[in-house]
């Protein structure tokens, strides 16, 4: 399919950070996973990519990070092919990768040394110390700290290089229920102070209704995009939690025909 440039697309897709025009994809082993995946995310909107185990939400993220290049099909993100990785899209994972031999400060400063901004990062650090809420723990080895403060750390070394995007892949499914749901809110915090643009893979419901402006939902076999719901407006703030669970649970209900149960549900369609 030939993709428009940015200069042709329509005045709502130019203001977009990232556009997916007809992105399809198949793995050698398992056939077609994609399937003429398009849409658009405004600069600084959270979206939920959701959809049950194996619809191919990694799979998208990882086109989205130019780690997959895909069979058709092109991702524009602030008006520049996406052809490979770069720091101003960051990747985070389930589990936070850090190195277990160094501070919770050399970690964050790893993300800048990368990029060859050595000098900016002790006041860079202390500033996404501060943001992450772990000014106390600088100093501490990350092999001492929780789960949802390694998480923290991933999140304030993924943040260092000030990316444009943010792509989380179920990124706090490993960590209790009370750790989970204040740093989905802190993320949603952070991301809205920095005018960040997010994409957060989930099963979740209600992880989606925590942290989104607005939800695609995934079908599988192969992986397409089923719907594209508003949840809240860019200026909602943190509010509209429930508001915004009432509109994917009457969603979900819709596409899988029957009620969905009880807070805490995963997708299944
Ligand atoms: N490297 C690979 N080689 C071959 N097939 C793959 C590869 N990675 C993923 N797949 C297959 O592609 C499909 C989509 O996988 P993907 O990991 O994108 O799904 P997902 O929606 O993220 O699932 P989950 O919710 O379980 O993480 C699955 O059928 C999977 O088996
Ligand atoms: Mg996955």
């Known amino acids: 399919m030939s993709v428009a440039s940015p200069r042709a697309l329509s005045a709502s897709a130019r203001s977009a950070l990232v556009e997916v025009t007809g992105v399809h994809h198949r793995y050698r082993s398992s056939g077609e996973v994609l399937n003429d995946i398009g849409f658009t995310i405004a600069r600084g909107e959270i979206v939920a990519l959701i959809g049950r185990s194996g619809c191919g939400k990694s799979t998208l993220l990882h086109i989205l990070a130019g780690l997959i290049k895909p069979a058709r099909g092109e991702v524009w993100i602030d008006g520049a092919k996406v052809d490979g990785p770069s720091p101003r899209r960051v990747l985070m994972f389930q589990q936070p990768l850090l190195f277990p031999w160094l501070t919770v400060e050399a970690n964050i400063a790893l993300g800048l040394h990368f990029t060859g ?130 509109i994917l649970a009457e969603a979900y209900e819709k596409a899988a025909g029957r009620q969905l149960l009880a807070v805490g549900s995963t997708w299944h369609n």
């Open 117 to 246: 901004q050595k000098k900016e990062a002790p006041a860079r650090v202390a500033d996404l110390l501060r943001l992450v809420e772990l000014q106390d723990f600088a100093t501490r080895n990350v092999q001492d700290l929780s789960g949802g403060q390694q998480q923290r750390v991933a999140l304030a070394r993924s943040l260092a290089p000030a990316p444009q995007a943010l792509l989380l892949d179920e990124p706090f499914s490993s960590l209790d229920t009370f750790t989970r749901s204040t740093l989905q809110r802190d993320v949603r915090r952070i991301a809205h102070s920095l005018g960040l643009t997010v994409v957060v893979v989930t099963h979740d419901i209600d992880e989606a209704a925590a942290m989104a402006d607005r939800a695609l939902i995934m079908t599988a076999d192969p992986g397409r995009i089923q719907s594209d719901i508003v949840l809240r407006t860019l200026d909602a703030g943190s509010d509209g939690f429930q508001r915004a669970r009432t």
